[in-house]
C-alpha cells in the first residue's frame, strides 16, 4: 500500500536499475513509514547504505550519482537545471492530474490500517471527498492527455527526453505511467500514440522492466494496459 503507487519510488528504483546497483526491496504500508530508520522519516523512498538512511527521490539521485558516476544522471550543471524544470514542470502540469485521476483506484486497493489514515490525507490535501475526486476521472485523464503535448513534440526530435541517451528526466517520465499505469480506470495512451515507442525504450532500458516475473503484479499489469490489444480483423 503506497509503495508501488509512488512514482518517487520508482524513480530511484530507475536510478538503481540503470546503475546496475543490487538492492533489495521492503514494501512498507503508510503507517508503517515513521518507524523506518531514526524514525523522523515522513514519504517513501528511502534508502539505506551502511547504516545510513536517506529520502526525497531528488536528494536520493544525485547522492547515487556521486557513489556510482557511471551512466550519470546529469552531464552538467546546466543539464541539472534544465531536468529540474522538468520535474517541476512535469509535477505541475502531468503527475497532478495523473494523481487525482488515480487516486480513487488506488483507495480501493489500501488495506487494512492505512485506509483511514489514506483517506483522510489525501480528501485533506485534494480539498474533495476521494468519491467526488472520482467523478472528475476523465476531465482529469483529458488533462494529461494535453499536457503531454511538450513531450511527444520533443520526442519527434531524440529517442529520449536526455537525447541520444536517457537521463533522469526519463526517468521522472517513465516513472508515472510505471506508478500509475497499472490502477488507471482506461489506458493511458492511445496504441498509436506517440510517446508509446519511448515507453518502449524504457523496457529496453531495463527502467520499465519486461520480464512479468521480475514484476509486482500490478507492475506487470502497466505493460498490458500501455499496449491496448489490437482491434480484430474481423
Known amino acids: 500500500t503506497g509503495w508501488y503507487t509512488s512514482p518517487f519510488v520508482w524513480r530511484v528504483r530507475h536510478v538503481l536499475r540503470a546503475k546496475d546497483v543490487d538492492y533489495e526491496s521492503v514494501p512498507v504500508g503508510f503507517l508503517d513509514i515513521p518507524g523506518i530508520g531514526p524514525g523522523t522519516l515522513k514519504t517513501v523512498p528511502v534508502l539505506e547504505r551502511r547504516g545510513e ?3 526525497e527521490s531528488w536528494q536520493l539521485a544525485e547522492w547515487l550519482d556521486e557513489l556510482f558516476p557511471r551512466q550519470r544522471l546529469f552531464g552538467s550543471p546546466g543539464e541539472r537545471g534544465m531536468v529540474r524544470f522538468f520535474d517541476k514542470w512535469f509535477g505541475l502540469c502531468v503527475q497532478t492530474p495523473l494523481f487525482r485521476a488515480c487516486v480513487y483506484e488506488i483507495f480501493r486497493r489500501v488495506k ?4 483511514d489514515y489514506f483517506r483522510e490525507s489525501r ?8 468519491e467526488s475526486v472520482a467523478s472528475e476521472v476523465q476531465q482529469n485523464l483529458t488533462r494529461v492527455d494535453e499536457a503531454l503535448r511538450p513531450m511527444r513534440l520533443a520526442l519527434r526530435h531524440s529517442p529520449f527526453l536526455g537525447g541520444a541517451e536517457p537521463n533522469y528526466a526519463d526517468f521522472i517520465g517513465w516513472s508515472a505511467f510505471a506508478a500509475f499505469g497499472p490502477v488507471a480506470p482506461q489506458p493511458l495512451l492511445a496504441a498509436d500514440d506517440p510517446l508509446q515507442p519511448w515507453l518502449a525504450r524504457g523496457v529496453e532500458f531495463r527502467s520499465i522492466p519486461e520480464r512479468a516475473g521480475h514484476l509486482p503484479d ?12 489490437s482491434p480484430s480483423d474481423s
Do not use: N, V, Y
Request: hydrophobic share 35%; no cysteine; glycine share 8%.
Open 218 to 229: 500490478e507492475t506487470a499489469a502497466l505493460l498490458k494496459r500501455l499496449q491496448p490489444e
Open 123 to 130: 480528501e485533506r490535501l485534494l480539498g474533495q471527498t476521494l
Open 112 to 115: 487494512g490500517r492505512d485506509r
Open 53 to 55: 538512511f536517506r529520502s
